[in-house]
């Protein structure tokens, strides 16, 4: 069993930051592969990005590649997306979660079998 914790998520203004992280329990994180959703109101769940589980490959949805970058750190159990450039259209609950057979359908969010409780971003114009 995996726990996971969103946080970071807030309120900014269009071309800001935002960097949310992903605590997780459990002593196998660094054998899951980890991917970021989201979802805005009224819309489907939808990948943003997500990471291998040695680091060594990222993977990006088309509408945040070059402004969102994700990253782990398997020392303190946690996954990060760093998320620049923002737009108004970037707001939505966002979601990590933990994959651990390592799907290579890593948009799907049916390869992922733990998800964390999701946190707000809201990107104002």
């Known amino acids: 069993q995996v726990q996971l914790v969103e946080s970071g998520g807030g309120l900014v203004q269009a071309g800001g930051s935002l960097r949310l992280s992903c605590a997780a329990s459990g002593r196998t994180f660094s054998r899951y592969a980890m991917g970021w959703f989201r979802q805005a109101p009224g819309k489907e769940r939808e990948f943003v990005a997500a990471?291998?589980?040695?680091?060594?490959?990222?993977h990006y949805a088309d509408s945040v590649k070059g402004r969102f970058t994700i990253s782990r750190d398997d020392a303190t159990n946690t996954a990060y997306l760093q998320m620049n450039s923002m737009k108004p259209e970037d707001t939505a609950v966002y979601y990590c979660a933990a994959d651990p057979w390592g799907s290579s359908r890593y948009e799907n969010s049916g390869s992922y079998d733990y998800w964390g409780q999701g946190t707000q971003v809201t990107v104002s114009s």
């Open positions: 990471i291998s589980w040695s680091g060594a490959s990222t």
